[in-house]
């Protein structure tokens, strides 16, 4: 009798949970722009957000720690004079910022740790190459100061941000609308999808197409394409018959797909999201309720479903977070900031454990905020693998783990020698000691509040004299 093997693995018991009402962020009124991007960046210290802004364009950028309703008057960053397409974060610094719009322009911006209580409107670089709206922007993963971004002008433009200079233009690889852009895991390799069906992998120092598939995916609509840490690439698109897809390719053998899946028959562009560190693919659609997530293995069938987190609300864009953002104490692999019409919800995606130990197999060493690269480095020729950290020092053991050891044991006490006493008494040299010392701590915190009540009135003195004009 033969019976069903059930495939082995980690992962297979990833569910998502959404954050309660009090841990969201309420009243942001999220941007109506009709433009395929994900309309949120996020790292450990901020999460960023394309708002509605009236005579230009701009974005929120909220502390992660800071949830709940968020005031109407909030400072924001607007200099664009056309609305924000597209924001990234930069790897290698989590106070700088980088956005395309469609005023043709590539902003870059310094956040401050603690935000100010004005408006940011100077940027720190303004980058100009484009004649048409930009609206694709990608840091380099390794490279300090690398920037990419591709416009509606079919150019791919690499800058030095560091200063302001294009390094690369790549002006004639694409004949029409490019879809994304994506890097290898070094930075060695870009991948595009463009209107024209081709998905095309492209060595930007040489200004070059490696290769290219045409009729990646049959249908009208628009494809995504991303590189995997082993360098084959995962796109996702549209049949013929209006199907959503998704495929698994080897750039060395690109005729035909490693797997194809065909998933539904709904409109929305599906936006691939990718954790190297579990190999997880999570696929979230424009306009659905639900975020599907798939883990890719070495043997076939390659691409392994392994569930869905479905909710009520429609999602108008997707912001994810970082490896070095997450909550390790509580196994958690992804976390998602789901835009609504109104507010953006965090959503957790965790690994049931029993154990509260650090787990090791589920947070290998991760790419931390150290460049490997400079841009002049990168430039010449050299490619390296990202700085690897370690994410055991963000693990906080919870509290019912932590063991309370007394001062003294209390099985060594001896039965008294003397007579029975009653417990409630205790020795007269001891409670004089104390008692003394106690009135003297009493005595010295007396004096240094007279000493600053004093220092107070004299203050306010001063100030009442500065206000009337007297001083």
Request: proline residues 6%.
């Amino acid at each position: 009798m033969s019976r069903r093997v059930v495939r082995q693995s980690k992962f297979r018991h990833v569910f998502g949970q959404a954050m309660k009402a009090d841990q969201c962020y309420e009243d942001i009124r999220v941007s109506k722009v009709t433009w395929d991007s994900s309309f949120c960046a996020v790292n450990p210290k901020f999460v960023a957000i394309i708002v509605e802004s009236g005579g230009g364009g701009a974005f929120l950028v909220l502390q992660v720690a800071k949830t709940g309703r968020v005031d109407k008057n909030h400072p924001l960053v607007c200099g664009h004079t056309a609305p924000v397409l597209d924001i990234d974060w930069c790897p290698h610094n989590d106070n700088v910022i980088a956005s395309g719009s469609e005023d043709c322009t590539v902003m870059v911006w310094q956040i401050p740790d603690h935000l100010t209580l004005r408006s940011i409107t100077d940027p720190i670089v303004v980058l100009e190459g484009h004649s048409k709206r930009v609206g694709i922007i990608s840091w380099h993963p390794t490279a300090r100061n690398v920037l990419l971004s591709a416009g509606s002008d079919n150019l791919i433009i690499i800058w030095n941000v560091g200063t302001g200079d294009p390094l690369i233009t790549l002006d004639e690889l694409h004949t029409d609308l490019i879809y994304n852009v994506c890097w290898n895991h070094n930075g060695s390799l870009i991948c595009t999808t463009s209107k024209d069906k081709r998905v095309r992998i492209i060595d930007p120092r040489e200004q070059c197409i490696v290769i290219e598939k045409e009729k990646a995916h049959e249908g009208a609509r628009p494809m995504r394409a991303i590189f995997l840490a082993d360098g084959k690439v995962f796109t996702t698109g549209f049949s013929k018959m209006s199907e959503r897809q998704l495929a698994l390719w080897d750039p060395k053998n690109f005729d035909e797909p490693m797997a194809l899946q065909e998933m539904d028959t709904s409109n929305g562009v599906l936006l691939p999201f990718y954790d190297a560190d579990s190999s997880i693919v999570y696929l979230c659609g424009k306009g659905d309720s639900s975020i599907r997530y798939f883990e890719i293995t070495p043997e076939c069938p390659y691409v392994h479903y392994i569930s869905t987190f479905s909710s009520k609300e429609p999602q108008r864009g997707m912001g994810f977070m970082t490896r070095r953002g997450l909550d390790v104490s509580r196994c958690e692999i992804a976390r998602f900031f789901k835009l609504h019409e109104r507010k953006c919800e965090p959503i957790t995606m965790t690994v049931p454990r029993k154990s509260d130990l650090f787990q090791d197999d589920l947070y290998p060493d991760t790419p931390g905020p150290e460049p490997a690269l400079d841009a002049e480095e990168w430039m010449g020729g050299k490619n390296a693998n990202a700085v690897l950290v370690s994410l055991r020092g963000s693990y906080i053991p919870p509290k019912n783990r932590e063991l309370k050891l007394a001062k003294r044991n209390l099985l060594d006490n001896k039965p008294p020698l003397g007579p029975r006493r009653s417990y409630s008494t205790c020795e007269s040299n001891f409670s004089r000691v104390t008692l003394e010392e106690l009135l003297d701590e009493v005595k010295s915190l007396k004096v240094i509040v007279q000493s600053q009540e004093r220092r107070i009135s004299e203050l306010e003195n001063k100030l009442s004299k500065f206000t009337n004009g007297t001083a």
